[in-house]
């Protein structure tokens, strides 16, 4: 049941700080404003509700890229850094790990206002904020104990509070929400132990936090789809996180997102060998009502970890509208996004786990690939996927997809787990990575990768691309590295045009917006971002970062 919480109730779970500086006038987002966004904003995860992750700013260019300064930076809190700062009106939100908000002047990082929010217990602390929301006057923050929080847009002050997952049974969410036709929607994570809930994706009212629906990302029992899983409970179809933000359609009125694997994660320790709906399965839902219009399942029974929950794409093929996605095997899918049909799937090459069919799409798993208890299994890639969470963008002038890779295998052996309520878990008793064969003793390779599956270049770097990728009109393309390196990249030719060394790794999503006129790029830099950080300190000892330090680092041309 959603718990809604008036302000003067809340001092126990958030505190706003006194602002160091007074908020400029800023104008309400409307839907309209959402669906088109103005050119120096950065209004939804990837800017636009397409997934593209590209700006239309264009005064940052090939020919002028390279005279690109530091124009100022922010430090922020310690844990997980994976944020996606939101630009509006010329200021600037941004989302530390922990929960905490900070409204910024995005011309010169002054400190507007802060809304640090306080746990009640350890659960929480440090974990990432991938990104927030913005809707009228409202910031929507999904947290690390598995709430929703409106905050005001201009003090930073709770409008209002809802409850929509039992974080004592390790709920959360680190990915933030999608706002479509004043409904927030967001997808739960944190569904690895045994309970009835099941994971959920939900919709709540964006002026009131009342809840308007809730889809099961997981197939119940007697319900479409329930036979999937054999004849296991509801209690024990564990997994089906929605734990990356979805994408919106406005003239099919259809919101797709990405359910990732089922759990435990192999076949043997989840005890069926069941295609396991709707995990590894790309959704089309009414935002209206959360029904489900269309599904897509890419790995039928998963049972290497391998997600397919990323970033959804919406792209027009020579005029048929598509959906694009590239999960951990590193295969472009290309689906309809009308009605689902599958399309087309363009496999990069470097997984050993599946062969799909190339006329149905049809996945099965390769000889000796389909994993045994207590019995140790070599595939690629590693659990760490050649892609994750760090976004591939798209550019509309080369029709292409920019798409951070990392290259490694491993060796695990999987599991049993426990049978009860509030057991379960992931089913791997160990790990041992190692680089992959063809990498030439390279971690990290970028790649520009046309519509059709054309690879139209590539860099390979020692340590992984660890950020997201960004594409501007300027005819760039900016990407950072595990060794603390920024880069931008020409998208035609993949000529390297600028470089900066950060502190520490270039990790999150980077942006770009304009205020008064003048364009400036902002990387996020960090720790922490799971296994893509972990394995490089393995396999690639010799390059270091700082075991500390986040931070937001913004840079323009100089004024003339």
């Excluded at 990069?348 to 099965?364: E, H, K, T, W």
Aim: glycine residues 12%; negative net charge; contains cysteine.
């Amino acid at each position: 049941m959603v718990r809604l919480a008036m302000c003067f109730l809340l001092v126990f779970v958030g505190v706003v700080l006194p602002a160091a500086g007074q908020a400029p006038a800023i104008r309400s987002v409307t839907d309209a404003v959402l669906a088109d966004p103005p050119e120096e904003s950065w209004l939804n995860w990837r800017r636009t509700r397409d997934g593209w992750g590209y700006s239309p700013l264009d005064q940052i260019t090939r020919d002028n890229v390279g005279n690109m300064r530091m124009v100022w930076s922010w430090a922020m809190e310690a844990g997980s850094q994976q944020t996606t700062p939101i630009v509006h009106d010329g200021v600037m939100f941004l989302a530390s790990p922990g929960n905490i908000v900070q409204a910024l002047d995005a011309a010169t990082g002054d400190l507007l206002w802060e809304h640090r929010r306080e746990f009640p217990t350890g659960r929480g602390r440090g974990r990432p904020n991938r990104n927030i929301a913005i809707y009228e006057d409202k910031i929507i923050l999904n947290t690390a104990d598995a709430n929703i929080v409106a905050l005001d847009v201009r003090s930073g002050e709770i409008v209002w509070e809802a409850e929509v997952g039992d974080s004592a049974k390790g709920y959360f969410y680190t990915g933030g929400a999608l706002v479509a036709d004043g409904k927030v929607i967001s997808g739960m994570a944190g569904c690895m132990r045994f309970w009835d809930d099941g994971c959920f994706i939900t919709a709540h009212d964006a002026r009131t936090g009342r809840e308007l629906w809730r889809t099961s990302t997981v197939a119940r029992p007697g319900e479409p789809g329930g036979d999937s899983w054999g004849d296991l409970p509801m209690m024990f179809r564990g997994g089906g996180d929605a734990w990356i933000t979805g994408t919106y359609d406005a003239d099919l009125d259809l919101t797709f997102w990405g359910v990732a694997q089922a759990k435990p994660w192999a076949q043997v320790s989840r005890r069926t060998d069941g295609q396991a709906l709707y995990t590894s399965s790309t959704l089309a839902l009414d935002p209206d009502t959360g029904a489900m219009r269309w599904y897509y399942q890419h790995l039928p029974g998963e049972s290497h970890d391998m997600d397919e929950v990323f970033e959804r794409v919406l792209v027009d093929v020579d005029g048929r509208p598509s959906v694009f996605t590239m999960g951990k095997l590193g295969v472009l899918w290309q689906l309809d996004r009308v009605t689902g049909q599958f399309i087309k799937a363009t496999d990069l090459g470097y997984q050993n786990i599946v062969d799909i069919d190339p006329a149905s799409g049809r996945m099965s798993f390769r000889p000796g690939m389909v994993p045994q208890l207590d019995v140790e299994l070599e595939f690629c890639p590693s659990h760490s996927g050649l892609k994750s969470w760090r976004a591939m963008s798209y550019h509309p002038d080369t029709e292409a997809f920019y798409i951070p890779l990392t290259l490694n295998c491993q060796r695990s052996i999987y599991s049993d787990v426990e049978w009860r309520e509030g057991g379960g878990g992931n089913g791997m008793l160990g790990r041992r990575n190692f680089l992959h064969p063809e990498s030439e003793g390279n971690l990290g390779e970028f790649v520009a990768m046309h519509v059709s599956g054309e690879i139209l270049w590539s860099h390979r770097k020692r340590t992984p691309y660890i950020s997201a990728a960004l594409t501007t009109a300027g005819g760039l393309v900016f990407v950072g590295t595990f060794d603390r390196q920024a880069y931008a990249y020409d998208v035609e030719t993949g000529e390297q045009l600028w470089e900066t060394r950060l502190p520490t790794s270039s990790q999150g999503f980077p942006i770009t917006y304009a205020v008064a006129g003048k364009q400036y790029v902002a990387v996020p830099a960090g720790i922490g971002g799971g296994s893509w950080t972990t394995i490089p300190v393995e396999l690639t000892p010799e390059k270091r970062r700082p075991s500390a330090g986040n931070g937001l680092f913004v840079f323009a041309l100089p004024d003339e």
